[in-house]
């Protein structure tokens, strides 16, 4: 690869000259510590809003995850209540399914932009592909997507299932 530190003799020197860990390669503020082998940067003393926003974004997920969690307890207590064939059944089925799909995605997304824009504001000068950033630090929530999807399609089944006893009720 062109710009390799083993191919390009003067980076080779400057690595080696180099004392380590001490020398930043990038340009942070007073205060701020830049941690190898992956970067994790720590501010002293943030201020309130910053660690909300930081604290709002470790959360978002498990919160979609407890709400969801709460709605799949009013399916079962409304599947238990009622048959397990109704359309308040599956209109609950469907709705749990796209907020497990949708908020899981959200949260995630929210996360890394908060987390790539706390990054941002802490380095001084500049810093170009902050898009790029966020795309490559943003974990999918894959599992959550696709058992939201699973929840969605079974929701059609049942449906198809509660119009089914609807006709053989209306027949008898």
Known sequence: MKGNVVEDPQRRKAVAGSSGVDDNPYPVEKGVEFAYPLPQICKDDSSLGTQLLYQTSRFA??????????????LIKGARQDSGFDEVVVRRLWFLGVFLMVGTVAASLYT???????AVSMVAGTVREVGWMALYGWAFPWASLIAGLGLVVISKVVRVGAHMREELEGTV
Do not use: M, S
């Not at 890394?112 to 706390?118: C, K, M």
């Open 61 to 74: 997920t498990p919160l979609v995850l407890l709400i969801a969690l709460f709605l799949l307890d009013r």
């Open 112 to 118: 890394t932009i908060v987390e790539i824009g706390l």
